[in-house]
């Protein structure tokens, strides 16, 4: 939602700053743009369908399935040794404050590939991390967004 923002704002500020090619436009087109702008910024600030979300919660510790592998694996391979137990960092960086701003795709090459420098290893020849990493990306953007609360997780009722 976060980086909707800043698009807008710099869609906005760009839009802004445009002359027109002629010395005056008429009305009707400055209706037009204006409905433009309009439409540019619903687009930025809708929230995701329900087919778009990464992962289902209610009352913050029942998730869906996906989402809930996702958590199993980050337990099963002690990712809070660096991450720490509520995703806050320790040795690790906070990953409740890195998901605000890492895209799913960096957070996958992180994971698989490492970043030795840093002390964080590569987990790429892990079956489980590989066949988890979308629902692993899904858990912690919920602790990211603030929607899934730290602790032990169980499915939603069906």
């Keep these: ?8 704002a710099v869609i906005c500020l760009s839009l802004a700053s445009c002359k027109p090619k002629e010395k005056e436009s008429s009305a009707p087109e400055k209706i037009a743009s204006t409905e433009k702008a309009v439409k540019l910024i619903k687009t930025a600030t809708e929230v995701p369908s329900t087919a778009e979300k990464l992962y289902t ?5 029942k998730v ?5 592998n996702g958590w199993r694996t980050w337990r099963a391979l002690a990712c809070e040794r660096c991450h720490g137990a509520q995703q806050e960092g320790l040795v690790g960086p906070s990953l409740v404050n890195s998901l605000k701003v890492l895209s799913k795709d960096d957070f996958k090459k992180t994971v698989l590939n490492g970043r030795m420098e840093k002390g964080m290893p590569n987990f790429g020849g892990s079956k489980q991390v590989i066949d988890n990493i ?3 990306y ?5 602790r990211s967004d603030g929607n899934i609360k730290p602790g032990r997780l169980q499915a939603i009722e069906q």
């Excluded at 939602?1 to 807008?8: C, F, G, H, Q």
């Excluded at 919660?57 to 510790?61: H, K, M, S």
């Excluded at 899904?138 to 919920?142: D, H, N, P, Q």
Aim: proline share 0%; charged share 25%.
């Design 64 to 68: 869906d399935n996906n989402t809930l």
């Design 57 to 61: 919660v209610v009352d913050g510790d």
């Design 138 to 142: 899904a858990y912690l953007k919920g």
């Design 1 to 8: 939602m976060t980086m909707r923002i800043v698009i807008l």
């Design 134 to 136: 979308d629902y692993l």
